[in-house]
């Protein structure tokens, strides 16, 4: 299972990468669940670290907009995607609108993820949809992040599902949501191919800054459990 972690500046692109992270997530944390950062600022990180010969790879989310506002969400993962980021996240609502975005979306030129907000469980439908699609993975996410982490809104079975779902489809999968170190048991046991966090690595809270010793310490739990396992 490798580690994502949510950045929102260079400087915290830099201090992820070198505290040992497998993915770098740019995006706002006090603008919601997937708030966006400024387009300058994206393409300003993504050159910052390429600059630095950080080959990591990169994603950022295109802010928090409507299912039904569907022209909005194709303008922005057109200008995300042109920053030079490896993925474009997407969060996807339980919505009408939301099967129509997914195969909107499908046809991007950009390498595309889309995010189920679980707040109020997963769409077994639209999950299934999305995996027959084009995206090279998909992920779990929670908007409101002081209910808990994505264990308090999803149960374990809908969580194994959803995984399976995604394997089966030879996605890779990852799930995030107010993650913290006692949920890593858990985890292990899902085995998503990456898992996001934010809260776990801040200073305070996930508006807080990122702590560099947070970081390396998750970053060395996580490379601990499978030498233990075996």
């Known amino acids: 299972m490798r580690l994502l972690v949510s950045v929102r500046s260079s ?9 040992g992270v497998d993915f770098i997530d740019l995006k706002e944390p006090r603008e919601g669940a997937l708030g966006g950062l400024p387009v300058a600022t994206i393409r300003a990180i993504v050159q910052a670290l390429r600059e630095r010969g950080i080959a990591l790879p990169i994603s ?10 569907a022209a909005l969400i194709a303008a922005r993962v057109e200008a995300v995607g042109a920053c030079g980021v490896d993925y474009v996240k997407v969060g996807i609502e339980r919505s009408p609108h939301a099967g129509a975005v997914l195969d909107m979306l499908a046809g991007s030129r950009h390498a595309v993820v889309p995010v189920f907000i679980a707040d109020h469980g997963l769409d077994e439908t639209l999950v299934s949809q999305a995996c027959r699609l084009g995206f090279p993975a998909v992920m779990a996410d929670t908007a409101d992040k002081r209910a808990g982490s994505i264990f308090a809104c999803v149960d374990t079975v809908e969580l194994q599902r959803f995984v399976a779902t995604a394997r089966r489809a030879g996605k890779l999968v990852g799930l995030a949501g107010a993650l913290r170190l006692p949920d890593l048991p858990a985890l292990q046991e899902l085995a998503p191919d990456f898992a996001g966090f934010r809260s776990a690595v801040c200073s305070g809270d996930r508006a807080s800054a990122l702590d560099e010793q947070k970081v390396r310490r998750l970053a060395g739990l996580l490379r601990q459990v499978p030498a233990a396992q075996h």
């Open 11 to 19: 400087d915290e692109a830099m201090l992820a990468a070198e505290g």
């Open 60 to 69: 950022a989310t295109i802010g928090d907009v409507p299912m039904h506002e």
